[in-house]
């Protein structure tokens, strides 16, 4: 009995003692400040959308399609059309949209994941476009 305890011990341990995935993290700045969060997600049967669900300071990026895009780029749109990426931040809680759709984000795989490149771009607050914030950022699907 003895002996199958120590089996089972040994087991558990090394089971237990599983290496866990490590995912990776989405990084971006605004106005000099630097944020990341592991990104969440979300497909439906006609958007896909990837965003942080922090509090005060969190991404949003919406696609007209039930797939993330893995290459090439997507122009920025408002509201998105297909083919087009909407991207929308919440900062200190004042929630900014883009209004320039000349920017494109660059699509490419990172370990077998989606990771989309947002240059420094002017977002505007959305009630007050006299307000605005530079934000750049890199997200990565988890």
């Avoid at 997507?74 to 998105?80: F, H, K, M, Y």
């Avoid at 494109?104 to 370990?111: A, D, E, G, Y």
């Amino acid at each position: 009995m003895k002996k199958y305890t120590s089996i089972f011990f040994l087991f558990a341990l090394a089971i237990g003692c599983k290496k866990k995935e490590q995912l990776k993290e989405s990084t971006w700045t605004a106005n000099g400040e630097t944020f990341t969060a592991v990104a969440k997600p979300s497909l439906g049967k006609a958007i896909a959308v990837l965003a942080s669900d922090d509090a005060h300071n969190r991404f949003s990026i919406a696609f007209n399609a039930p797939y993330f895009p893995t290459e090439g780029t997507l122009t920025l749109g408002t509201p998105a059309a297909d083919g087009d990426v909407n991207v929308n931040f919440y900062y200190h809680d004042v929630f900014y949209i883009q209004l320039n759709s000349n920017t494109t984000v660059n699509v490419s795989l990172f370990n077998n994941k989606t990771h989309y490149t947002l240059p420094p771009l002017w977002f505007f607050n959305y009630y007050n476009h006299a307000d605005s914030v530079l934000i750049a950022g890199d997200f990565y699907e988890p």
